[in-house]
């Protein structure tokens, strides 16, 4: 883009650093519902009596059906137009909500989580669409920070807000907060809003491509939740990861023989979308990794209470969110490359330090480290990702982007719960100390990947100016 042509892009959008603040709103909420509810699960079934399968699946319910459906998401925002998706998106999670709230039996309640899901699988990707097409240059680069750092800040203050929540006004509220949040955010985008037109009428969806890559990412999703419970050899858990690759292989000849297919296969082959979806992938499960693996630890192992347990996470997210601001300011100077490999080399370190040192005070320090380079990392996956995708790609690639950030969070429980069984069981030591030697060993591997596969910035041409 030339600066006479992101001149007029940005007085287009004068609130877009308003726009930023409401839209990250709404993504901090889809990100809360996953550790706030999680907080909250034993009130729960002590409540509506429900057993450890409901229990599990008012969790896994929302990952699946979010994950499942953001490919959607995206590609409807691309067709027609952003703002209309995000805002019935907020609609629909809102209502969602609302019901689940009420909920008075599993069925209730794991319904309603479903439509929590559906909803957040059109808000994150349309919503990151819109960013990426209102800010350019660095500017984006510091936008993509801000909502970067959201991932790891929602993680951590919803382990404290669902312990606060569940303790004064019962779990019914982990629910309902969102309700007047999701209203106020509404009201906000349908005034600050830009005109972002879609693709146009002639544009159609793909449905049975739609079809494909929802029970693709949905049969994936759901081996990786079983593989959590009945081990990575069970028949199930194995005929759901072959039923997920044979539907994926299905989709991708889908892709190519149709005239306007719900993503063009190309955009995948670009070495920096695969790239940014790398990183992402391995970000996400290595986040997940921390709070799980965290929270557990600080409990069973260290005997801190769930409100406690929040508390000490506070530090982990300022250090998120630190990691990101300045992965956002640094990422034009040193490139991607540089500042992934560096960001992954931290984070190992940081993994590596509770598997040899206990007590909770070294364990927050290490694992603050750790959460700091993996801030850092998320600027990392989007801006490479994003950064030469055109607008009317914008939202399938924010889909696609979504999809693996989902992805990568459920394999990250899925492995560490394996991994780590014996202590979540017992409380003893070995099994997080092989745990968070397991995440360290998996940062290093993705720095060395992300060494060969980020591509190298291209040097500005002499004299040209700066964007």
Request: aromatic share 8%; no cysteine; charged share 10%.
């Given at each position: 883009?030339?600066?006479?042509?992101?001149?007029?892009?940005?007085?287009?959008?004068?609130?877009?650093?308003?726009?930023?603040?409401?839209?990250?709103?709404?993504?901090?909420?889809?990100?809360?519902?996953?550790?706030?509810?999680?907080?909250?699960?034993?009130?729960?079934?002590?409540?509506?009596?429900?057993?450890?399968?409901?229990?599990?699946?008012?969790?896994?319910?929302?990952?699946?059906?979010?994950?499942?459906?953001?490919?959607?998401?995206?590609?409807?925002?691309?067709?027609?137009?952003?703002?209309?998706?995000?805002?019935?998106?907020?609609?629909?999670?809102?209502?969602?909500?609302?019901?689940?709230?009420?909920?008075?039996?599993?069925?209730?309640?794991?319904?309603?989580?479903?439509?929590?899901?559906?909803?957040?699988?059109?808000?994150?990707?349309?919503?990151?669409?819109?960013?990426?097409?209102?800010?350019?240059?660095?500017?984006?680069?510091?936008?993509?920070?801000?909502?970067?750092?959201?991932?790891?800040?929602?993680?951590?203050?919803?382990?404290?807000?669902?312990?606060?929540?569940?303790?004064?006004?019962?779990?019914?509220?982990?629910?309902?907060?969102?309700?007047?949040?999701?209203?106020?955010?509404?009201?906000?985008?349908?005034r600050l809003m830009p005109p972002l037109p879609g693709s146009g009428p002639g544009t159609r969806l793909d449905v049975i491509g739609a079809v494909l890559v929802t029970a693709a990412t949905g049969a994936t999703t759901y081996a990786l939740i079983d593989a959590g419970h009945r081990g990575w050899g069970s028949g199930r858990t194995m005929g759901l990861v072959g039923l997920g690759l044979v539907l994926y292989a299905v989709l991708a000849g889908w892709l190519r023989a149709v005239r306007q297919p719900l993503f063009e296969p190309r955009l995948l082959a670009r070495r920096a979308v695969l790239a940014g979806t790398f990183v992402l992938f391995v970000t996400t499960a290595l986040m997940v990794s921390v709070f799980f693996l965290g929270t557990f630890h600080l409990q069973e192992r260290e005997g801190h209470g769930p409100l406690v347990t929040g508390l000490l996470f506070l530090p982990v997210a300022l250090a998120t969110m630190i990691g990101a601001q300045l992965g956002g300011r640094l990422i034009g100077q040193a490139g991607g490359r540089r500042l992934g490999v560096a960001a992954l080399v931290l984070a190992a370190a940081g993994l590596v330090v509770p598997a040899l040192a206990t007590g909770t005070v070294s364990t927050v320090v290490a694992v603050s480290v750790a959460a700091g380079g993996l801030g850092a990392l998320f600027v990392v996956a989007s801006v490479t990702a994003l950064a030469q995708v055109e607008p009317e790609d914008a939202g399938v690639a924010s889909g696609v982007l979504s999809t693996f950030h989902e992805l990568g969070a459920t394999l990250g429980a899925a492995v560490m719960s394996g991994v780590a069984a014996a202590s979540l069981v017992t409380g003893s030591g070995a099994g997080f100390e092989r745990a968070y030697l397991v995440a360290a060993a998996v940062a290093l591997v993705g720095a060395a990947v992300t060494a060969a596969l980020i591509p190298a910035p291209v040097p500005a041409p002499e004299g040209a100016a700066a964007r």
């Open positions: 883009m030339t600066d006479q042509a992101q001149a007029a892009a940005r007085s287009l959008h004068p609130q877009r650093w308003r726009l930023l603040g409401f839209l990250g709103a709404a993504q901090l909420m889809l990100i809360l519902d996953v550790t706030v509810v999680a907080v909250a699960l034993p009130q729960m079934g002590a409540d509506l009596g429900l057993a450890r399968d409901s229990l599990t699946w008012v969790v896994s319910a929302y990952t699946l059906a979010f994950g499942g459906l953001m490919l959607i998401g995206g590609r409807a925002a691309d067709i027609w137009g952003p703002g209309r998706v995000v805002t019935t998106g907020l609609l629909i999670f809102t209502t969602a909500s609302l019901v689940t709230g009420f909920a008075s039996n599993a069925e209730t309640l794991v319904g309603g989580r479903v439509a929590q899901g559906v909803g957040a699988a059109l808000i994150s990707p349309a919503a990151l669409s819109t960013l990426v097409r209102i800010f350019h240059g660095e500017e984006r680069n510091r936008a993509l920070g801000v909502w970067s750092a959201l991932g790891g800040v929602g993680a951590a203050i919803g382990v404290l807000l669902g312990g606060v929540l569940t303790a004064g006004l019962g779990w019914s509220w982990v629910f309902w907060i969102n309700v007047p949040v999701g209203l106020v955010v509404v009201v906000a985008l349908l």
